[in-house]
């Protein structure tokens, strides 16, 4: 529910312009809040009037700070996005309590579909339970890998005689290699990261998947500010997905859905250089193109 202030308002439609869900009208009194049913929460309304003519009931004032423009330049940022690399290597350390509450914090402000806001955040910072974590991993794991192995001769069948003896071997080598893994000294499940933040969700919001790659993506981005190293982990968030010990074990609310998982922690490796990508494919449509 908006609350505008008539005497203030002078009219200028910003805040109708603004406004995603068409909520607000320009009446001959000024602004008016014609269809609040339709209202998304967002704050846009709030955010962009000229005179703070409207308040949102359901939203504290104080959430609606000045903007800080330019906040950096596009230089740094392309600097950001080249600069971060998925990190493999870390030490043992855990993540320092500051350090956890400024990811956290990166990730709330990531943008959600529908303004669902569904997303919440379980950080496993304990040395104890991230052991417990990277052993029920292996075990699955290895499980897997015993009941696929013998269906490597299929992925033969399905493919291309010369392709799929390369796939086979190589594919049957990677599952062992990681089946193996953690009696070699190797980790290949949380790649020794101290640290494991989880993304999971209650509701099952249309773009809830979505909004966790997003919002895990900001993660990423304020990891590399902090000096912090970040890898994606696949295995995890599959393994979750797949089975409710996984998600008993790493803490995972009961009927929540885990959408996204990423190992954290003060890198052991120092890249020089930024990685090479493949030149990019892609088509900009301009004025005039048939
Ligand atoms: C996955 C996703 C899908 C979205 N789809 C739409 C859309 O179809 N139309 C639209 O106007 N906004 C869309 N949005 C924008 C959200 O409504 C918006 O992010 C949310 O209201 C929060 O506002 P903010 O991005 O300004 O923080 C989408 C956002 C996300 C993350
Ligand atoms: S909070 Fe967002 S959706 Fe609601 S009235 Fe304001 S601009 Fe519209
Ligand atoms: S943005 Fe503010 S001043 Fe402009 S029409 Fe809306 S309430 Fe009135």
């Known amino acids: 529910m908006l609350k505008i202030d008539s005497s203030i308002c002078t009219s200028c439609g910003s805040c109708a312009r603004a406004c995603p869900g068409y909520v607000i009208e320009i009446e001959a009194g000024g602004a008016v809040d014609k269809y609040p049913e339709n209202c998304i929460d967002c704050g846009h309304c709030v955010a962009v009037c000229p005179v703070d003519a409207i308040v949102n009931e359901r939203m504290d004032p104080s959430g609606f700070p000045a903007r800080v423009d330019p906040c950096i330049s596009f230089e740094a940022f392309n600097h950001l996005a080249r600069n971060r690399r998925s990190t493999r290597r870390f030490k043992k350390d855990p993540l320092s309590r500051e350090h956890v509450e400024k990811l956290v914090d990166s990730a709330h402000y990531a943008p959600t579909g529908e303004n669902a806001q569904e997303l919440e955040y379980l950080v496993i910072n304990d040395p104890a339970r991230i052991a417990m974590i990277r052993d029920a991993m292996a075990r699955q794991f290895k499980q ?74 900001h993660v990423m981005l304020a990891a590399e500010v902090l000096g912090i190293g970040s890898v994606w982990n696949g295995f995890h968030q599959t393994f979750c997905g797949l089975n409710g010990s996984m998600r008993r074990v790493s803490l995972v609310p009961k009927g929540h859905k885990v959408l996204a998982s990423i190992s954290l922690g003060y890198p052991d490796v120092k890249y020089r250089r930024n990685v090479f990508r493949r030149p990019v494919r892609s088509r900009i449509v301009d004025h005039g193109e048939p």
Do not use: C, N
Request: overall charge positive; proline content about 3%; aromatic content about 8%.
């Open 144 to 217: 897997l890998h015993s009941l696929v192995k013998g269906l490597y001769g299929f992925v033969v069948l399905a493919m291309g005689k010369e392709e799929a003896r390369r796939s086979r071997a190589s594919l049957g080598r990677i599952m062992a290699k990681w089946a193996e893994g953690k009696d070699a000294g190797e980790d290949p499940f949380l790649r020794t990261a101290p640290t494991l933040l989880i993304i999971h969700s209650k509701q099952k919001t249309f773009m809830a998947q979505t909004d966790a790659g997003i919002a895990g993506y």
